[in-house]
């Protein structure tokens, strides 16, 4: 072969060889940033579960009271709350008062069975709450409830924070009470699509000796009777402590959105100032997630044991329900100029429940017994 062939194939060939190299070294890598599909499957896995997780305990917080027959047995184990399950709160409360330097408490009202006070003394969650941020049992009383030499229309042993009550419904005379009691208001509010059947649940629980829902047919019946009248005590509390010429609501606090995961924590805080605004000592801001979570969770058990079936309307009761809401709705959305009077507010919560009336309520036939319903 002639030299400058012979030189032609050698470097050709040196060529070929570096090229070669230079392929094995950029295999290899792409080989050290490469997932195998497994461990990229398994991550995908993860992801999608914390997301799932976090969605399904949305979902439940927001429907509790409307769960379906035989629904989530074990609702707490779809909660994403790695962060809050063990929680502990931090704060240390100072020692008690003597009695001469208590503070003046601050009235609850709401309709029953609406978080804050029920005839079953169950789920008042409210009260829970305070009692955590104050540092102390016993920090919220019932006006109703007395025990002879120790407690009586809010006045006990221990200082009392908030005094929880349904006036008008069932009257207290609040107007009479002024010199007793702060001018601020917590107000606890539920949909009365939900508040209704539960009160109806816990008066069952405390009169009757039930151990959870009555009858399905005994709802309807109630329902059916009493929807008209009971939807105006719902609407008497709420209108009443709005128009008082002494007492002011510092804070709402609707039920649903306690509930919600995304929304309560802000509530909590929220109850908090309020408390803090009023001369009470409470929990410091990093407590708020625990406190609610310690709450809330406890809530949903209850639920949980509680329901098993959703209580519905019929066609007519819902149009009639709707028909209210919006009328609250005008009324209260005609006047809300002045952010400082809540009224922006409570226009948005009232707008919330319409529209879980309008899409979330079931819709049941007439009691056996019934033979009118709201037109």
Not at 96 to 125: C, H, M, T, V, Y
Not at 141 to 157: A, D, E, I, W
Not at 260 to 267: H, Q, V
Not at 323 to 349: C, F, M, R, T, W
Request: charged share 25%; aromatic share 10%.
């Amino acid at each position: 072969m002639p030299p400058m062939r012979r030189l032609n194939a050698r470097f050709k060939n040196q060529s070929n060889r570096v090229s070669q190299r230079e392929i094995r070294k950029q295999e290899q890598r792409s080989k050290c940033c490469r997932i195998p599909p497994f461990w990229l499957l398994l991550i995908l896995m993860l992801l999608s579960g914390s997301i799932f997780g976090y969605v399904r305990w949305n979902a439940i917080a927001t429907t509790l009271l409307q769960p379906s027959k035989g629904n989530g047995k074990d609702l707490l184990s779809t909660v994403h709350t790695a962060t809050l399950e063990n929680c502990t709160i931090s704060f240390v409360p100072p020692p008690a008062r003597q009695e001469n330097d208590w503070r003046k408490p601050l009235w609850i009202p709401s309709f029953p069975s609406s978080g804050s006070s029920s005839p079953s003394n169950k789920g008042d969650i409210v009260k829970d709450l305070i009692e955590k941020l104050f540092g102390k049992q016993g920090a919220v009383k019932n006006y109703h409830v007395s025990m002879k030499n120790r407690l009586k229309r809010c006045k006990g042993v221990s200082e009392t924070v908030g005094c929880s009550q349904g006036h008008p419904y069932v009257p207290v005379q609040p107007e009479q009470h002024t010199q007793n009691f702060q001018s601020n208001v917590i107000f606890v509010l539920r949909n009365f699509m939900t508040a209704f059947p539960a009160e109806h649940t816990d008066k069952g629980i405390a009169y009757h000796g039930n151990k959870g829902q009555a009858p399905e047919e005994g709802w309807r019946d109630v329902r059916d009777k009493y929807i008209e009248s009971s939807m105006k005590a719902w609407k008497d509390v709420l209108q009443w402590w709005i128009s008082a010429d002494y007492y002011k609501i510092a804070t709402y606090v609707p039920y649903e959105r306690l509930m919600n995961p995304e929304t309560g924590p802000a509530i909590v805080q929220k109850l908090s100032d309020t408390l803090a605004e009023s001369g009470f000592e409470v929990a410091p801001k990093e407590d708020i997630p625990c406190i609610w979570y310690q709450v809330t969770s406890k809530e949903i058990e209850r639920q949980k044991a509680l329901q098993v079936y959703t209580p519905g309307f019929t066609p007519d009761q819902r149009k009639f329900l709707l028909k209210e809401l919006d009328s609250l709705i005008q009324s209260y959305h005609a006047d809300d100029s002045n952010p400082q009077s809540g009224k922006e507010e409570l226009v948005s919560i009232l707008q919330s429940y319409r529209d879980e009336v309008r899409f979330k309520a079931r819709i049941d036939k007439p009691s056996a017994d019934s033979a009118a319903v709201p037109k």
